[in-house]
């Protein structure tokens, strides 16, 4: 799945992330990264022990969580708190595959989708590039946009030339594991959408969401 949801932000909060970070301690991102990440790693993370998160969190993660086209793709059953990431000129990602379990031992979590929320564009460079069968995408969003993608897949961070990069980075465990799956229900959502919206009373409409309802049952992990 590689899914671009258009303005999870809207202009004023992006307003007020943006000042926030403008005050925040960052520090060296490789102390986050795992052994492998950490070899082709070159950013800047807010510090964990800053008191910013929090209200980052209720500003940028809350957002997130609740957009339906997020909630129809991911299918989260667990969200990791955001790392708010910072590219000054000349820092990149390497091509990585992100960790395949995350978070202390009293909450470890799988890693099925990884997100990227864009807090600013006035920058250049600096896109997601993600390795697909089909060949590398190209992912560029606009401030308040976010980028979700499978966590197995190879992606990096193009080296940012201009301009300094904010973006907040999550990812989640999905209540459904397997990519192939959870891409079949989200296609089945937004088709039963728009048959719901067309045909709200028809056979069809009662058809699709109960295939969909039960699809999700059978392959849902919780």
Same mark, same amino acid.
């Given at each position: 799945?590689?899914?671009?949801i258009k303005?999870?932000?809207?202009?004023q909060?992006? /307003?007020?992330v943006?000042?926030?970070?403008?005050?925040g301690?960052?520090v060296?991102?490789?102390f986050?990264?795992?052994a492998e990440?950490?070899?082709v790693k070159y950013?800047?993370?807010?510090?964990?022990?800053? =008191?910013?998160h929090?209200?980052?969190n %209720?500003? &940028?993660?809350?957002p997130?969580v609740q957009n339906?086209e +997020?909630?129809?793709a991911?299918? =989260?059953l667990? &969200?990791?708190?955001?790392f #708010? %990431?910072?590219?000054?000129p000349?820092?990149? +990602?390497?091509?990585?595959?992100?960790d395949p @379990?995350m978070?202390p031992m !009293?909450?470890? #979590?799988r890693?099925?989708?990884s997100?990227?929320v864009f807090?600013?564009d006035? #920058?250049?460079?600096?896109?997601i &590039?993600i390795?697909t069968?089909y060949? $590398?995408?190209?992912?560029?969003?606009d401030?308040g946009d976010?980028?979700?993608?499978d966590s197995?897949?190879?992606?990096? @961070?193009?080296e940012?030339? /201009?301009?300094v990069r904010? @973006?907040?980075?999550?990812?989640?465990?999905s209540l459904?594991?397997d =990519?192939?799956?959870r891409?079949?229900?989200y296609q089945l959502a937004q %088709?039963?959408e728009g048959?719901?919206?067309k045909? =709200? $009373? !028809?056979t069809?409409?009662?058809?699709?969401?109960t &295939?969909?309802i039960?699809?999700?049952?059978?392959? !849902?992990e @919780?």
């Open positions: 799945m590689l899914l671009l303005k999870v932000l809207d202009p909060r992006i /307003k007020e943006q000042e926030l970070l403008a005050t301690e960052f060296d991102g490789r986050s990264a795992g990440a950490a070899k950013n800047q993370e807010l510090s964990p022990n800053s =008191p910013l929090r209200r980052l %209720a500003m &940028v993660m809350s997130l339906p +997020y909630q129809a991911v299918m =989260p667990r &969200v990791a708190t955001a #708010y %990431a910072r590219y000054l000349g820092m990149t +990602y390497g091509f990585h595959v992100d @379990v978070g !009293s909450g470890r #979590y890693t099925d989708v997100s990227t807090l600013n006035d #920058y250049e460079g600096g896109e &590039v390795r069968a060949g $590398e995408e190209k992912i560029r969003g401030a976010a980028v979700v993608y197995g897949s190879w992606h990096k @961070v193009a940012v030339t /201009k301009g904010l @973006v907040a980075v999550t990812w989640a465990q459904v594991k =990519p192939q799956q891409e079949l229900l %088709a039963r048959v719901m919206k045909l =709200p $009373e !028809s069809e409409a009662s058809n699709i969401s &295939v969909h039960n699809l999700l049952r059978m392959w !849902s @919780v």
